[in-house]
């Protein structure tokens, strides 16, 4: 079991510039998650998919946040343009059935640095 | 909306202590509640995942317990070895939601 794998590990931009963040969930899970770190709000959801289909996207912060699950063992969280508060660790992370009664498991984050 | 706590912020602790961390949270209708351990510049790992019919859970030296009417669970440590270095999140699950605390700090002295 490979684990959640995410891409990049890090990424260091300049603001207004596209930043596109990759996700390759576990086989056979049906459920992704994206979440966002920073010291100043913790830990916080940005967008769940089950089955592919987006979910709750509630959590995401502007419409300058996209992210898409074209199939079962992809999916990607766009910043366009890209600022400086958007800096922080993005981590996905899949589990085994739909919604929130497995246990999640994450992936190691890409850490992101706006400049 | 959930608001989650967690108690302490930092713990230190010399190895081979018992110990406990502690969450409390506001809306007490929830489904489930996760315990994860974080280590520095890395995912987090799901330790415990408690269902809310549940009052307890255990994995190995942990054991995590629930009390849903109080808001309130709690992450027993036992035997603590350098190794349970790392910051622990609880996570309540409730209306499509899961909410994560800050964390608490551990570090498990030699």
């Known amino acids: 079991d490979a684990g959640v794998i995410q891409s990049p590990r890090h990424e260091v931009t300049e603001m207004g510039q596209e930043v596109t963040l990759r996700c390759k969930p576990i086989?056979?899970?049906?459920?992704l998650f994206w979440y966002r770190q920073t010291m100043m709000r913790g830990l916080e959801l940005l967008i769940y998919f089950n089955n592919n289909v987006p979910i709750d996207d509630s959590g995401m912060p502007e419409d300058r946040f996209s992210a898409k699950m074209p199939n079962a063992s992809f999916s990607t969280l766009k910043i366009q343009p890209s600022e400086p508060r958007d800096s922080a660790v993005y981590f996905c992370?899949?589990?085994?059935?739909?919604?929130?009664?497995?246990?999640?498991?994450f992936g190691d984050g890409t850490r992101l640095s706006i400049l | 909306k959930q608001e989650v706590t967690q108690i302490p912020a930092a713990l230190s602790v010399p190895e081979g202590e018992n110990l406990v961390l502690n969450c409390s949270f506001t809306d007490s209708a929830i489904y489930n509640l996760q315990w994860f351990r974080q280590d520095p510049g890395k995912g987090l790992t799901s330790l415990l995942l408690?269902?809310?019919?549940?009052r307890e859970q255990t994995s190995g030296r942990l054991n995590a317990s629930l009390d849903k009417s109080s808001g309130r669970s709690t992450l027993y440590i036992a035997a603590s070895q350098p190794g349970d270095s790392a910051t622990y999140l609880c996570a309540p699950y409730n209306n499509n939601d899961m909410r994560f605390g800050a964390g608490t700090r551990l570090t498990v002295k030699p």
């Open positions: 086989s056979g899970h049906n459920s």
């Open positions: 992370a899949s589990s085994r059935e739909v919604g929130y009664n497995q246990p999640q498991h």
């Open positions: 408690i269902q809310s019919s549940q």
